[in-house]
């Protein structure tokens, strides 16, 4: 698809498939694309990945240097996410400071490291209200072929696990390891009519009335969610994307994140 | 093969008064202006194997309604410009305000383009008898450069797709293409339409889809049939019921090409013959 | 990093080249999806990716040309890709990289082939490790062939400079930093001077014999971008007819 308007054929054939327990390219309602994790691919970030899920790419640099803590945490360390939504990836993304969408994405990608307190912040501490370790996470995307989400999750926690701090660097000691704790993982559905599916496609997005990102984490408990699109759910279609995220966060955990 | 793979600037001939598409005359000497592939017997001319839609006068295409205005229906044509299709190229009287009841935003037609001007304003008619709209079967898209190998020599590679797949196909310049039959049918011929997309430039092409097709049937004859009849929605359009009856559409035939041979619209449109 | 004591031993760069080596270059065409046309390239330590859009509609239509289409070039550099955390989004260099590499491609673009439309080329620079512009130029115009985009040539680009006062080809980071003078040049096939830049200090001669090692690094990169667009295509044909 480039930035053509979607055909109404087109998207009732998608509708009709789901009826069907069908999708365009063949998966079932519970399965990814191929999914494909590389890290430490870019040698000036202290940690990197870069996330091939279906036709969707994205590369996650962190970087990480010292810097002063905000007042109401003195003695923690600081994440910062950024995500751009670059014209490169998209002819539907356009030049610019980045608009809703992509800080919502930036957003929940940073929910779920935050919440499910992956990173110990505490160890981050160099000196209690001076100085810090400041984490940022940029996620670039390349090529959007749907559920840039779950790309940019997984992204930037194999990113994470791979980072070093670069104490040496700056005079504070010998590098390390970021001090990882947990990891969390986003799968997101998709409403399409009455279906729900994992990891959407650029088309299901596209016909799909509503996105709803899990985020869980080791212990299989909920760090993060964020429903996107208008459609409204059901008690009953929350409870079940619920459960079958957290079981598929599992899976993918155990595929591509052990530490 | 007399055909090789060339870039930008690649020299081709000295031959200038025989250079055609897809080439520029520098110093008296030829070179390549795309990637693709040259032909250097009789025309010199360099075939892309990609790149946008650029629309011409007579072509057919598969036009999607992105905007309905006074008397106007925009159209995406999946080129960098738009599709205009004026009020009075609809083939019957209908009013202003009653177009969108005719044509809605997110339809597709099948149209003739019937003008494009210098500075590329395009101009779509509906005033042809095999010409419609399109409110059953699925509408696939593949790269417009690869559309004269999905249609074969004289049709060749159409017919093909046709007679073993019961659907009736019909290949859009612009690289969208209209499938009709029953549902397992329509999946059969999507996925030899994306097989020939993908090994366009492959030499033997016909062969390896034919026997790609004899393979597949072996397999799927096992299969349960979906029997499931496309729901037809007869408009008020003035047209055949199906475009299996045509006659030839009055517009100019372009210069015989190698791979786009005349007679084309009549093959795609299934003429039965 | 310090600036090193000598750039040059026994006829020999730090990084182990000749003067008028080249880095170890890897093109590779079509890497993108939605992208009309795609090219990533590794040159030294450089990681770039180019798209290029269209010929496609112009937004906001006022930049429209009536009868000819009018090219874009947005360079950007990623924030983890230097050394210390570069805040997203443009700023003055990135604007001016934009804009000479623009004016170092649209030469040879057929744009009155495309009357009122726009050609959309986008450079993200994924890691930077000196010449990111010449990268993007290399990258840009593979990604621009590859996007069926009518062309007169590619166009080739490789930085020339000066580091104890000898000229080099290609510098790298240090040389870059440290050295004497810096001038990226891009050149069609045919040897047309699309862009040039200097800044430093060279003597008129140095200029001349640095512009002559230029062109020819550009031509030995113009090789390995024919030689990539080539592979793209024999690897397509090749692994449909083992399959």
Known sequence: MSNEIMSELRKDYIYNLAIKEERVDGRGFKDYRELVIETGIINKAEGSARVRLGKTEVVVGVKIQPGTPFPDTPDKGVIITSLELIPLASPEFESGPPREDAIELARVVDRGIRESGSIDLSKLCVEAGEKVWMVFIDVHVLDDGGNIMDAASLGAIAALLTAKLPAERYGLGTDADLPMRDVPVAVTAALIGGAIVLDPSIEEEAVAGTRMTVISNQEGALSGMQKSGTAPLTTEQMNYIVDIAIEKAKEIREKFLEI | MDKKIVIPGDFLSDDVKNATDGTYVEDGKVFAAVYGLASLKNQIRVVPLSGKYIPKRGDMVIATVSEVTFSNWITDIRSPYDGLLHISEFPKRIENDDMAKHINVGESVMALIKDVDPIMKVELTLNDRRLRRIDEGRIIQVAPSKVPRLIGRNGSMITLLKNNTNCNVFVGQNGRIWITGKERDMDFAEKIIFKIENESHVSGLTERINRFIKEEKGESAREPEYEQEPEIEEEDIETDKTVEKTEDIPVEEETQEEDAPEGILDELLGDGK | ?243
Do not use: W
Request: glycine fraction near 6%.
């Open chain 3, 1 to 243: 990093m310090s600036k090193p004591e000598k750039f040059i031993e026994d006829g020999i760069r730090l990084d182990g080249r000749k003067f008028d080596e080249l880095r170890p270059i890897k093109f590779e065409v079509g890497v993108l999806n939605r992208a009309d046309g795609s090219c990533y390239l590794e040159m030294g330590g450089n990681k770039v990716v180019a798209a290029v859009y269209g010929p496609r509609e112009v937004h906001p239509r006022h930049m429209q040309k009536s009868t000819t289409a009018i090219v874009r070039y947005k360079y950007n550099m990623a924030s983890f890709s230097v050394e210390d955390r570069k805040r997203p989004g443009p700023d003055r260099r990135s604007s001016e990289v934009s804009k000479v590499s623009r004016q170092a491609l649209e030469p040879v673009i057929f744009v009155e082939k495309y009357p009122r439309s726009a050609i959309d080329i986008f450079v993200e620079v994924l890691q930077a490790d000196a010449g990111t512009r010449a990268a993007g130029i290399n990258a840009a115009s593979v990604a621009l062939a590859d996007a069926g985009i009518p062309m007169k040539s590619l166009v080739s680009a490789c930085a020339v400079g000066k580091v104890d006062d000898t000229l080099v080809l290609d510098l790298n980071k240090d040389e870059d930093n440290y050295g004497q003078a810096d001038m990226p040049v891009a050149v069609t096939q045919n040897g047309n001077i699309t862009l040039l830049q200097m800044d430093g200090h060279l003597t008129s001669d140095e200029f001349k014999i640095g512009l002559e090692m230029a062109k020819k690094g550009c031509a030995d990169i113009y090789q390995m971008q024919k030689a990539a667009l080539m592979a793209k295509f024999s690897k397509s044909a090749e692994a449909e007819s083992n399959e």
